[in-house]
């Protein structure tokens, strides 16, 4: 998919990664999530956009080969093996990032310059800092600009990417469209839930809880996911 077609899919960054993944459980689109612990440089960062896989040999010039064609609007998704003996990014490369149009960098591995990054203001996730850089320059491989892995999720280029509080989730660029609308769907019922709790009215009471009970009684297949399909109403999946 073209980065036009990302943009018409009109992504929401109210939308947060719970709510992507709901959406994907619910059509059975398949997604991929990553390894827990991901956290953002800037606290309650949202970012969404189109992948573009990098690996990390060592050098930053790797970095700025794949800011060379990169569509604007997308997120550099950076495989450092996980490695916590060296931070792969700093404030120059984020800087670059930015200045290339790049949305975002989600990085498997550690970062450094903490507080110049907070003071860019440019949404980071990694999984940890450091303040020693690579000391090490290994040999690059073929595919470094092709597809990188994020843990044990393998990302290509054909893959969209939803970063927030909660972690990351991966998906292929073709489903955007649905997944964005049924998420939304998935938000504005939570958001109504909410607020009718909040006026006083349990959850239980809004999901018709007895009857589910009494439902399941007589079927005892018969599960909470399929009870809230047939009131629309929205808690997990």
Excluded at 25 to 31: S, Y
Excluded at 194 to 203: I, K, Y
């Amino acid at each position: 998919m073209k980065m036009a077609e990302v943009k018409e899919a009109k992504v929401d960054f109210s939308l947060t990664t719970p709510q992507i993944a709901d959406a994907c459980m619910r059509t059975k689109t398949p997604f991929r999530i990553a390894p827990p612990g991901l956290i953002s440089v800037i606290p309650g960062t949202r970012i969404s956009g189109p992948a573009v896989p990098v690996k990390h040999y060592g050098s930053v010039d790797i970095f700025f080969e794949a800011m060379e064609n990169a569509p604007q609007g997308a997120i550099l998704v950076i495989d450092n093996g996980g490695r916590k003996d060296e931070a792969c990014i700093g404030d120059l490369t984020v800087l670059e990032a930015k200045n290339a149009g790049f949305v975002g960098i989600l990085t498997w591995g550690f970062h450094r310059d903490v507080d110049e990054l907070n003071d860019i203001g440019f949404p980071v996730f990694s999984y940890g800092y450091t303040p020693i850089g690579p000391q090490r320059l290994d040999s690059r491989e073929k595919d470094a600009l092709q597809l990188t892995w994020f843990g044990d999720v393998l990302i290509t280029h054909n893959d969209s990417v939803f970063a927030d509080s909660n972690g990351a989730v991966f998906i292929e660029t073709q489903h955007m469209g649905p997944i964005l609308k049924v998420a939304s769907e998935i938000q504005a019922i939570e958001k109504h839930q909410a607020e009718r709790v909040e006026a006083g009215q349990s959850l239980r009471s809004q999901f018709q809880f007895k009857t589910f009970l009494e439902k399941r009684e007589i079927q005892p297949k018969y599960t909470f996911r399929e009870h809230l399909r047939t009131l629309n109403l929205a808690i997990e999946e």
